[in-house]
């Protein structure tokens, strides 16, 4: 989920801090896994979470000279949550909307995105995620075929799935929708047209470091 807190200063190469510690919890995690599992295919994935409501989101367009933008909205306090499951490797992506958002629901998700997936035996899925308290690992059941790696406190930068959300806004900014039915048909479409379009995921959550899949010989 977008985190207000202050993302941390680059380091002088450009890259935010604590690139290094993750790629290097992720390289061992992978070494790790393709160890226990010398016949499985082994891929780093990253996990967010989005909400998108009936209070606006709105962007800067452009308008004529000396004219004021008008964006019509209604402010109501009412959501969704967009949970993203996202290959920065590969583009390949699961995307899941809910009216709410818990430790049950994400245990819920977690299980049908390892189903989905082919998490088990021969996936093996490292997946990295942030810190919300739902993510805890305290209580919670994790599927066959998931090792789940945390961030560092505070850095959304680091997190891939986290960039993907400019594109699932684009349909839903400066609009006014009546119900969350309405706005749900908006946003699943263009989690479809995501999950097709893998040359745009890569594109946007490629990062450099992300370790490679692992394919056995």
């Not at 959550?205 to 899949?213: I, L, S, T, V």
């Amino acid at each position: 989920m977008d985190d207000p807190a202050t993302p941390a200063p680059a380091r002088p190469g450009g890259e935010p801090r604590g690139t290094g510690r993750v790629q290097k919890n992720l390289a061992q995690a992978v070494a790790e896994e393709a160890e226990r599992h010398p016949g499985a295919v082994i891929e780093t994935f990253a996990t967010d979470e989005h909400r998108v409501g009936l209070k606006p989101i709105l962007r800067r367009i452009w308008a004529p000279r000396g004219e004021r933008p008008v964006a019509v909205g209604h402010h109501r306090f009412e959501w969704l949550y967009v949970t993203a499951f996202v290959s920065p490797k590969t583009g390949e992506s699961f995307w899941y909307l809910s009216t709410g958002i818990s430790k049950q629901d994400f245990e819920d998700v977690l299980a049908l995105f390892a189903r989905e997936a082919g998490a088990g035996r021969d996936r093996i899925i490292v997946l990295v995620l942030d810190n919300a308290g739902w993510h805890s690992s305290l209580g919670l059941t994790v599927p066959e075929g998931i090792r789940l790696v945390y961030l560092p406190p505070y850095t959304p930068e680091l997190q891939p799935a986290e960039t993907l959300w400019v594109h699932l806004d684009e349909p839903i900014v400066n609009r006014h929708f009546d119900s969350l039915a309405d706005l749900d048909a908006v946003v699943a479409r263009q989690c479809v047209a995501l999950n097709s379009d893998r040359d745009r995921v890569r594109g946007q959550a490629g990062f450099h470091w992300w370790p490679d899949r692992v394919v056995p010989n």
